[in-house]
């Protein structure tokens, strides 16, 4: 739909309609990326399987996670706080431990 | 050898702002001396209530803008908590900034340089590598947070100290001006997210503020767009003109063109079309308002600047931003109305002749506001003159001073309280 734009504070910069900053591009199997200036995340349902699930890249890393229905729901009722612990970047990518 | 500074060595170092400011003249040197600009800094920008931006802004949850305080970089942002948030742009650990983008949507923010990172409301929520810290949770650091954030009408203000006049004790009579463009509205309601236009300015910001409710210059500086454009604008601000100038109280100040759109009785005049040419708009102000719908539509919006930094372009909304003493930044938008898409494209498309890169006003204006910085670095003579109008003046019905349509009455009120704000001892 469109790409991020670029309204980084130059004089004269016109966007009277720009959309949200960010990366939101939709393909024909209805995937797309999700992206901001923090992080960029392609998302496709993908039917390789016997059943669908939802395939997510890191396009900084090129790290892909497949997620199922069950993992999904969990995603959305995950409590708020947990959530919040994991966007602590020690609890998961950049930590002394290695994974176990 | 030990040497200290005098207690009034320390305070002859401060310019002395009442012998700078007179009733009916101000010194060149508050344009040009770094160390006024200094001064504003901690006693106006970083003290008093100062426009940020609107909630519109920020319609989501996780929405982000990058909006400032003079030069200060700050975050506006929507929370899970549905309300605004002002963070300043500079992570706890480096000081680097942490947002780059202008916009965009985001719960949580890292920082690039070594990746800590931040809900929008501020809270750090962790660090890589936490052993070098001893572990998890163990830093007492958040984003800045703005001590006092408040709005009025979606418009978001913000003020560095903790304490002081409330938003609305600041606003006063200014606060009825921003009722008046949302009752433009038939949802009565201001949206702010049509983009903003910025352009740089070297000028100091004060010359601007001034401008903004100055009605003797129209006729002069913007004759080229009226004449191309056979705007009705031009005669009210004449002296044959029945508008006035109005001191608000607090700096704030407005041009009143209600009296000459009044006497020449005709809804939609003020922004320069007729009835039959936005039909479904003027449809629903009348069904919304009834019997007072004629009078909104005939007075229109507001010509008002409210000190600091929101100057309230009947159509449209310019932000003065202070970069030093001889430079800023003004950002502009049109105004947009809930429920009135009729009037807003034009707006839109208004604001673009008006303020846009190839736009006419605001380029008049920003030549003016340009010569007259540098013409104020010569030395003689040392005083601008702000007489105008004096001798004429009257207190209205509501003890508001109030002069003619070309009067320099706002420019003075305006003195007046910078002046207040700036004898204040820190």
Redesign the interface.
Known sequence: MSE??S????????????P???TVRVDDSGGGIVG????EVGVAVDHSGNGPRLRLEDYRTGRVRNLDALELETIIWLP?ERL?QL?????T????EPDR | MTTTVPDSARATSRPDYAALIEPSRVHGSLYTDPRVFADELERIWYRSWVFVGHESEVPESG?YV?KSIGPQDIIMTRG?DGDVHLVFNRCAHRGNLV????????N???CPYH???Y?NTGEL???????GYGG?GNLDLSLGRVPRVDSYRGFVFASLAEDGPTLAEHLGAAAGEIDRLARLSPEGRIDLG???????TRANWKLLAENETDGYHPQFVHSSIFSVTGSPIGPLYSDNSTAVTRDLGNGHSENDLRPEFRRQGEPMRWFGTSESRVPNYVARMREVYGDAADDILTEGAPHVMIFPNLFIAEIQVFVIQPLSVDEC?QHST?VQLGGAEELNSRM?SQS?GSV??AGMLLADDTEMYERNQRGLEMRQPEWLDVRRGMHREALDEDGYRTGAATDETGIRGFWSHYRRLMEVDT
């Open positions: 991020r734009d309204n980084t504070g130059d004089a004269h910069d016109v966007t009277p309609d720009a949200c900053a960010g901001n200036e923090f992080a708020e919040t966007l602590d970047p020690s609890t990518r950049w930590r002394e | 929405d990058r899970r947002c780059e983008d202008a916009r965009g949507n985001a949580a923010f890292r990746g800590w990172t809900r929520l962790g660090y890589p590598y936490n052993k998890k049509a983009g903003w236009l910025q352009h740089r930044v049109a839109v673009i846009g890169p």
